[in-house]
C-alpha cells in the first residue's frame, strides 16, 4: 500500500503564536489600565487660582453688601465683610420690589427653559434621524438666524406686542423666547451621534410613529443633554435685561429690571445695588447647589460614550 506524498511549499511564512503574558505581565497590563493620572501640584495651584478668580466676584458682592457706601468708596476698599448686609438685604428687597420681580423671572424663566428643552429636542430629533425634503435647507436657516443681532427686531417685536396687548405683561417677554437656535442646534448634534440610527429604524419596524419614537427612545436617550440646556437656558433667561427692559415697566418687573430702580437717584448706592445683586444671585446659587450634580452628571454622560 503506498501514500502519495503532497508537495509541501518552503517558501510559506511560518506563524508562530504571539507569546501569552505571563502572570506578571497580565498584572503589569491590569494595572496601566487602571492606572490614575495625576494632574501634579503645579495643576492643583492653576485650579485653585481658577476656583479664586471664579469666586471672587460673588465674595466681593457679598462684601460691598454688607458694608455702607462710604465705605465702598473708599481707597483701598474693604476685603472683609461687614456687619449691614441683613439691613441692606431689607433695603433692597422692600425699594425693588423684589419679591413681586421674583417671582415674575421664576414664571419668565421656568416656562422658557421648558419651552425650549421641548421644542428644541423635537426639532433637534426631526433634524438629526428623520429624512424629510428641505432638512438641510431648514437648518441652515435654523443657523442663520444666529448671526442676525436680536437688536435688530426690537422695534418691530415691540410693535408686534402692542398690537396684542402684552406690552407691560409677562407674555411679551415669554413668546418671544420659547425656543432658540442654538438649542435646536445643540440637540441636533448631541441627538446625531448619541441616538443610533438601528434604533430607530427597530422602532418603525415595530410599527411605532413618530411621537410613540420620541416619547419611548428620544427622550430617554436625550435626558443629559436636556438638563444641561434647561440650566443654561434658565439662566440666560433669569439674568436677561434687555428686552424685558424695553417691554415691561416697574410695575411688572423681573429681577433685572427691579435693580435699576435702586440705581435711581443722584447719589448711587453701591452697597444698596450690591445687596440688590446679591438677592438676585442667591436663587441661581440654590438651584445649582441641589441640581449641580445632576448637571455635571448629564454633561460627562454627553461626552462620555461606550
Known amino acids: 500500500m503506498t501514500v502519495n506524498s503532497l508537495p509541501v511549499r518552503t517558501d510559506s511564512p511560518v506563524r508562530t503564536p504571539a507569546p501569552k503574558p505571563s502572570g506578571g505581565g497580565r498584572r503589569l497590563l491590569r494595572v496601566r489600565a487602571g492606572r ?5 501640584p503645579l495643576g492643583y495651584v492653576l485650579l485653585a487660582v481658577m476656583a479664586i478668580v471664579s469666586i471672587f466676584p460673588l465674595y466681593w458682592t457679598m462684601v460691598a ?10 481707597t483701598p476698599p474693604p476685603f472683609l465683610p461687614g456687619s449691614n448686609l441683613f439691613h441692606n438685604l431689607a433695603r433692597a428687597w422692600d425699594e425693588a420690589a423684589m419679591g413681586k420681580a421674583m417671582v415674575n423671572s421664576l414664571i419668565v424663566a421656568g416656562v422658557i427653559a421648558l419651552s425650549t428643552v421641548l421644542f428644541a429636542t423635537l426639532a433637534g430629533f426631526a433634524f438629526a434621524k428623520l429624512r424629510f425634503r428641505g432638512r438641510t435647507i431648514l437648518l441652515t436657516l435654523v443657523i442663520g438666524t444666529m448671526m442676525v443681532p436680536p437688536q435688530l427686531g426690537v422695534v418691530p417685536l415691540f410693535m ?7 406690552a407691560q405683561q409677562l407674555p411679551a417677554v415669554i413668546f418671544p423666547t420659547l425656543v ?9 448634534q448631541y441627538l446625531a451621534e448619541a441616538l443610533p440610527d438601528e434604533l430607530v429604524e427597530a422602532a418603525r419596524v415595530d410599527g411605532a410613529h413618530s411621537l410613540r419614537i420620541f416619547w419611548s427612545i428620544v427622550l ?6 436636556m438638563s444641561v440646556l434647561f440650566m443654561i437656558t434658565f439662566v ?3 439674568n436677561d435685561f434687555f428686552w424685558p427692559f424695553v417691554v415691561l415697566d416697574m410695575t411688572n418687573p423681573t429681577v433685572p429690571v427691579a435693580l435699576t430702580q435702586l440705581s435711581a437717584g443722584y ?31 448629564g454633561i460627562m454622560a454627553g461626552a462620555v460614550k461606550g
Open 65 to 74: 453688601a454688607s458694608t455702607d457706601n462710604t465705605r465702598v468708596s473708599q
Open 236 to 238: 440666560h433667561a433669569w
Open 267 to 297: 447719589v448711587r448706592d453701591q452697597s444698596l445695588i450690591m445687596a440688590g445683586a446679591l438677592l438676585g444671585t442667591l436663587p441661581l446659587l440654590a438651584m445649582f447647589i441641589v441640581f449641580g450634580r445632576q448637571i455635571v452628571s
Open 160 to 166: 408686534m406686542m402692542a398690537e396684542l396687548g402684552w
Open 220 to 225: 430617554p436617550v436625550a435626558r443629559p443633554a
Open 36 to 40: 490614575q493620572h495625576h494632574i501634579g
Open 180 to 188: 432658540s437656535a442654538v438649542g435646536v442646534f445643540f440637540m441636533r
